[in-house]
DNA sequence: CTCAGCAGAGAGCAGTGCTCACAAAGGAGA
DNA sequence: TCTCCTTTGTGAGCACTGCTCTCTGCTGAG
């Protein structure tokens, strides 16, 4: 059968735009990202339980053809995953990029990160709902996992840079102290671990905040200005990290 | 087949310690408990996702029997939900009720969830991960899931009344300060906006400290002493709120 | 003592993830 | 150009799932 982005491909082959070892690895890229897709359609309209053969069949193959791409059912939402990550990470390091006053940045870098989840629900349950069973994180997703709070991290970093932070949060005591400290030394010299703290602390919050209002906590009590809500919580939070 | 919980009502009947009447429905209020905590135990080893086979199977039952007590998966998986949330709240409650001073029965509640969160990873995810696919919350789960939620709010109302809160939040503005309001009338006159927003913001962070240990969003940061980490956050919401 | 209702069994349906043997088709090397 | 060999797709099949249906005994109630 001839799948369509094959059939692309084929006529920029023809056009002497590619050269044919590539072919085959690029007709498979893209079978993948059209896997993906299907696959993140389905999620986002039958829920959090992607059936593999249903995704199959939209797309017009056998179930088994979909092995061929991905190993098992758990590789395809790893992907998924990455993705996912990826996806929320680039939309709030543009709008960071955007705000040049670090307070509005911190509250900015919220906005986008709650904005995305609204739009893709199922996808935040993914990545900060319950983990799937059976299911453990490999490696790959965790650089990407982390560019959300790396970005928080950054806005603190500069603040502290410019002199800009306001107050300081009590600082952390004890061996998770530690760890802390031993977490902003690999942020560079001088971080102190307070700074780590708070960015934690945000990061937990802001995590919080969304999947509450996602998953149905905040039902019968916040229902019409849920952003009002979460802003007023950002700014909490920002001011508990020392930005003004 | 002579259901073991079957036989020890029918020797309580015997000794004519129980009415005929009831018989019948304590035995299957006896079955429905004995179904619900297989599910419990499969739930936390198997992970989340519950096969209704495998529970009837261990209880040495037909598949089709157990839709005697429930008439689906989702239902059975409310019971557990409700169960859970009473679990959650009934221990806070009593971890609460030890703490005389407010900002360590603030503390105190956070650790008492987190505990219990740890000791049932599986039953938290139920109740604060990710909803089910396709599943609503019945109503008859709306009540047991505000326990928590009213046991830091009274704590933040007794010290209101013992004029013990040092200090207050930013007052709430705009459309979900109103319904915030809203909420606090129902808690009682004179009860200020700042006051739900505070309970709320404080429930909204434990949630999301205890999803993030737990869902593994802290690896490789905070290993060791993550209940370190947990009650240095408990005592910044507190902080926020006004306990001392 | 009869009888309705209840709790169980077991077959069956449609769906799932995943495996395997097989077939076509195309790129790579002779 | 012709032959291989890898890649990609198929369809049958296995073991499992939730759920429904019919049938059968037991038992509590009248």
Request: proline fraction near 4%.
């Amino acid at each position: 059968m001839f799948r369509r982005s094959a059939r692309a491909l084929l006529s920029l082959w023809h056009t002497g735009t590619m050269k044919a070892a590539n072919l085959r690895a690029r007709v498979r890229a893209e079978m993948t990202e059209e896997i993906k897709q299907v696959a993140r359609r389905h999620l986002a309209t039958d829920g959090a339980n992607l059936s593999l053969r249903a995704v199959a069949r939209d797309l017009g193959m056998a179930s088994s053809a979909v092995y061929r791409y991905f190993a098992s059912r758990d590789e395809l939402l790893t992907a998924l995953i990455i993705d996912a990550y990826d996806a929320v990470g680039s939309t709030a390091e543009q709008v960071a990029a955007a705000q040049a006053d670090p307070a509005e940045r911190w509250v900015a870098i919220g906005h986008a990160v709650r904005d995305w989840a609204l739009a893709n629900p199922h996808q935040w349950a993914l990545i900060y709902g319950s983990p799937v069973p059976g299911y453990e994180a490999p490696q790959d997703t965790v650089v990407p996992a982390t560019r959300v709070i790396m970005l928080l991290a950054g806005v603190l970093r500069d603040a502290l840079a410019e002199g800009r932070l306001t107050s300081v949060p009590e600082q952390p005591a004890g061996r998770f102290g530690e760890e802390m400290a031993a977490v902003a030394a690999h942020f560079g010299p001088g971080v102190p671990a307070h700074l780590v703290g708070a960015t934690m602390y945000g990061f937990v919050h802001l995590c919080g905040a969304i999947s509450a209002e996602l998953f149905g906590q905040l039902n019968k009590s916040i229902d019409e200005d849920r952003r009002g809500f979460f802003e007023w919580q950002a700014r909490a939070t920002a001011a508990f990290a020392g930005l003004a």
